[in-house]
C-alpha cells in the first residue's frame, strides 16, 4: 500500500509539474496569439508531426491517419497502435497468440480478452471472446484500413458498448474515392513490401473504380506471410510463422440527401502442426493442433443528411462471424490422453449480429449550443458450445444519449448516459436463462483559455454486464462489474509560439479506474488502477519535427478477503521520442527511441529496455516516379533481445523492411 501511495503522489507531483509548464508558454502565447489581421494568411505552411495531438476535446483520443500507417509499415493492427500511450501488447508481431491491452485492461496471457477494450470494424464488433490460450483473434490486414481512432477508458465509449474500461479501438475501412479524388475514373494501387526477420513478404492490391461522382466501387486483396522469427540472439521465437490472405469489397452510393455503404472483409488463416497454447506459456503439455481460421466483417451504413441542423441520421447493420476449428496432432503432447484433451480439439464459431441507429442533431439553445447524439442499438451474439466455451445467445438492446454543450466563453460541458439490457439463453450443459441491466453514464467538464491552454476533468460509470462465458458460474451470471474511471488533465495547442509558423501540441492526462465485483479474473475481487499520459508533438516550418508519448501506470488487486496484491496485468512505465526531418515533400527521415522502464510485480522484476527504431520515406512528386512511394524501415536497430512486460515470448531482433507502392 505505501508503494501504491508514493506512487498516486509521484503521478499528481508530474502532472502538476507538466500543467505549468503548459502555463508558461500559455502565457508567452498569449501576448503573440494572431491579431484579426494575420488570420487570413492561409497560404502558410505550418510544420507537420508524424501524428495531431487531439487537444480540442477532453477525451483521451488517438487517431492514426493512412500516412502513419503507411509509414510504420505494421504487419498486425496491434502493431499499428503500439505507439499509443496506454496501449501495450502481447505478442503483437502476429496476428495468432497476440492482443491489445489498454490501461492495464484487455488481452492477457492466458486469455485473448477481457471484455474492456471495444474493436470495431465499421462499426461490427470483433475479437472480443474470452477463448482459452488463443488470442484477441482479431485476424486482418492493417492495408485495408485508412484510418483508426483509440480511445482510451470509459470517457468517450458510451456511443459504442458498455463494460469498456480500457477503451476503444475503431477501425475505418478504405474507400474508393480517396484514390480517385471523388472523380469519375478509376485508380489501382499496388504495394509491395518484404522485411529480413524472417522471410517477410506483404502485397496489397487496391482497385478503386468510380463510375460516377454518386457511385464507387473498391477491392482489395492483401497477402502477409512470415516464418518463424528470431529474436536479438539469433534464437527462434516459437509460433511466430504465418500467412495471412484478406480481401475487402466496398460499395458506396450517393443520391441528393442520402448515402448508403457496403463493406466486407474476409481473413483466413490455416496453420499446421502447431502449438494448441498461441501464448507458449504451458511448454507444450497441451500438445499442438491443425488450427483453420476465418474472420468475416460485413456493414450495411445508411446515412440520411438533409439541409438541417437537426437531422444526421445513421441506420448501419452489421456482423461479425469468426469460425476457429482445430484438429490435435496425435502423440504431440505426453500428458494428453488418446485424441488429446478436449478443449484443445474444440471447433469455435461466435457471430454477432448489431443495428445502430443514431442521429445527431445540432441545437442552439440561448448562451449553448449542443451536439446532440442519440440512438438505439439490438445487439445479438450466437456462440457455438465447445469444450471450455459455453455455447447460447446474448441479446442486447441499448439506447444512448451523448451531448456536447459549447458555451460561449470557452467551457465544454459534455454528458453521457447508456442504457442496457440483456438476456442470455444458455444451450447444451447450461440450458438456463439470465436478465441483467444497468445504467452508465458520465460527463466531461473542458475550458479553454484564448492563449489555447485547456484545463478538463471527468467522470464515467459503467457496468460489464454477465457473458456467455460465465453460464458455468450461476453467481456470476448475476453479478455485473462496476468500473468507476476519475480523470484530470490540461492541453495546449499553439502556432507560431518559437519561431514564425511552428507548431506545438502538449496533452497530459491523469486517471483513476476501480472495478469492483470482479469476475473476469480468477481470485480477483477488486483492481485499483491510476495512470498519467503525455501526448506532445512539435514542429518548424523547416520540416523538423519531434514528438514523444509518455505512460506511467501502478495498480493493485484485491482477493476476496482484502488482501492486496500487485495488479497481475499491469505495464510497464514507457516513453517514445520521434525525431524527424521532412526534405520538402520528398523525402522523410525519423528515428524513434521506445524505453521501458524495469516493472516489479509482487517481488519479480521484468527487465526494462530501451529501442531504436529507424524510418526514412521516399516520395517522388514529378517525373515517371511520380506515384511511387519508398519505404524504408529498421526495427530493433541495436538488435537487443528484450521481453515486452506483457508478452509471453521475445520480441523480435532488428527487421528491416522495404515497402514500394505505386498508383496508376
Excluded at 282 to 298: E, Y
Excluded at 313 to 323: G, T
Excluded at 515 to 527: A, H, N
Amino acid at each position: 500500500m505505501t508503494n501504491t501511495i508514493y506512487g498516486k503522489a509521484a503521478l499528481k507531483s508530474a502532472s502538476a509539474l507538466l500543467l505549468a509548464l503548459a502555463v508558461q508558454p500559455a502565457a508567452f502565447a498569449q501576448d503573440n496569439t494572431p491579431s484579426d489581421d494575420t488570420e487570413f494568411l492561409g497560404t502558410l505552411t505550418l510544420g507537420e508531426s508524424k501524428r495531431e495531438v487531439q487537444t480540442d476535446t477532453a477525451t483521451a483520443l488517438t487517431i492514426i491517419d493512412q500516412e502513419e500507417a503507411d509509414d510504420r509499415q505494421a504487419g498486425t493492427i496491434a502493431e499499428l497502435i503500439d505507439s499509443v500511450p496506454g496501449v501495450n501488447l502481447v505478442n503483437g508481431s502476429t496476428p495468432t497468440g497476440s492482443g491489445i491491452n489498454i490501461r492495464g485492461f484487455g488481452a492477457n496471457g492466458t486469455y485473448g480478452t477481457d471484455q474492456k477494450v471495444a474493436i470495431l470494424v465499421d462499426n461490427a464488433s470483433v475479437g472480443s471472446e474470452e477463448l482459452y490460450r488463443i488470442g484477441t483473434q482479431l485476424y486482418t490486414d492493417p492495408s485495408l484500413y485508412k484510418n483508426v481512432e483509440v480511445i482510451r477508458g470509459t470517457v468517450g465509449s458510451f456511443e459504442y458498448g458498455s463494460g469498456i474500461v480500457g477503451g476503444v479501438v475503431k477501425l475505418e475501412t478504405i474507400d474508393a474515392s480517396d484514390m480517385t479524388g471523388g472523380e469519375p475514373g478509376f485508380a489501382f494501387r499496388q504495394t509491395l513490401g518484404a522485411s529480413t526477420n524472417r522471410d517477410g513478404f506483404n502485397s496489397s492490391s487496391t482497385l478503386a473504380i468510380q463510375p460516377t461522382e454518386n457511385f464507387e466501387l473498391l477491392g482489395n486483396f492483401s497477402w502477409r506471410q512470415q516464418t518463424d522469427q528470431e529474436d536479438g540472439s539469433g534464437n527462434d521465437i516459437p509460433n511466430s510463422a504465418f500467412e495471412l490472405p484478406s480481401f475487402l469489397l466496398k460499395a458506396r452510393y450517393a443520391a441528393g440527401d442520402h448515402r448508403l455503404t457496403a463493406s466486407y472483409t474476409n481473413s483466413e488463416t490455416s496453420d499446421r502442426d502447431v502449438p494448441y497454447d498461441s501464448f507458449g506459456t504451458t511448454s507444450g503439455a497441451f500438445g499442438n493442433v491443425d488450427r483453420d481460421v476465418v474472420s468475416q466483417t460485413t456493414s450495411l451504413a445508411y446515412n440520411f443528411n438533409p439541409v438541417s441542423d437537426f437531422i444526421d441520421l445513421d441506420a448501419i447493420v452489421s456482423y461479425a462471424n469468426q469460425e476457429i476449428d482445430q484438429e490435435y496432432v496425435e502423440g504431440s503432447s505426453p500428458f494428453a490422453p488418446p485424441g488429446g484433451f478436449a478443449v484443445v480439439s474444440a471447433d469455435q464459431q461466435y457471430e454477432t449480429t448489431k443495428l445502430t441507429v443514431k442521429n445527431t442533431a445540432l441545437l442552439d439553445t440561448g448562451p449553448f449550443s449542443h451536439e446532440l447524439r442519440t440512438g438505439v442499438e439490438v445487439i445479438e451474439k450466437e456462440r457455438l458450445e465447445a469444450s471450455s466455451a459455453p455455447g447460447g445467445t446474448d441479446t442486447r438492446f441499448a439506447l444512448f444519449v451523448v451531448d456536447q454543450i459549447e458555451f460561449a466563453d470557452g467551457w465544454t460541458f459534455s454528458p453521457a448516459l447508456r442504457f442496457e439490457t440483456s438476456e442470455i439463453e444458455g444451450n447444451g450443459a447450461y440450458p438456463q436463462s439470465y436478465d441483467n441491466d444497468a445504467l452508465m453514464g458520465g460527463a466531461s467538464l473542458r475550458y479553454e483559455f484564448q492563449s489555447g491552454f485547456a484545463l478538463f476533468g471527468s467522470y464515467a460509470h459503467t457496468e460489464s454486464l454477465p457473458i456467455i462465458d460465465d453460464l458455468s458460474n450461476p453467481t456470476y451470471m448475476e453479478q455485473p462489474e462496476i468500473g468507476d474511471t476519475f480523470e484530470l488533465g490540461s492541453s495546449y495547442s499553439q502556432h507560431d509560439l518559437f519561431a514564425a509558423n511552428d507548431a506545438f501540441s502538449l496533452k497530459v492526462n491523469v486517471y483513476q479506474t476501480d472495478l469492483d465485483d470482479v469476475t473476469s479474473y480468477s481470485g480477483v475481487s477488486k483492481i485499483e488502477l491510476s495512470g498519467l499520459e503525455i501526448e506532445s508533438s512539435y514542429a518548424m516550418q523547416s520540416g523538423l519535427y519531434v514528438d514523444l508519448n509518455a505512460n506511467l501506470v501502478e495498480g493493485d488487486e484485491l482477493d476476496g478477503d482484502g488482501l492486496e496484491s500487485d495488479w497481475r496485468n499491469l505495464p510497464a512505465d514507457s516513453l517514445r521520442f520521434t525525431l524527424g526531418k521532412r526534405f520538402s515533400d520528398l523525402i522523410d527521415l525519423s528515428s524513434e527511441v521506445l524505453a521501458a522502464d524495469d516493472r516489479t510485480l509482487n517481488g519479480q522484476t521484468d527487465t526494462g529496455y530501451v529501442t531504436l527504431n529507424m524510418r526514412a520515406n521516399l516520395t517522388p512528386q514529378d517525373g515517371i516516379l511520380e506515384g511511387t512511394s519508398f519505404r524504408l524501415g529498421i526495427e530493433n536497430v541495436l538488435d537487443h533481445t528484450y521481453t515486452p512486460a506483457l508478452a509471453t515470448r521475445t520480441a523480435p531482433g532488428r527487421n528491416v523492411k522495404l515497402t514500394v507502392a505505386r498508383t496508376f
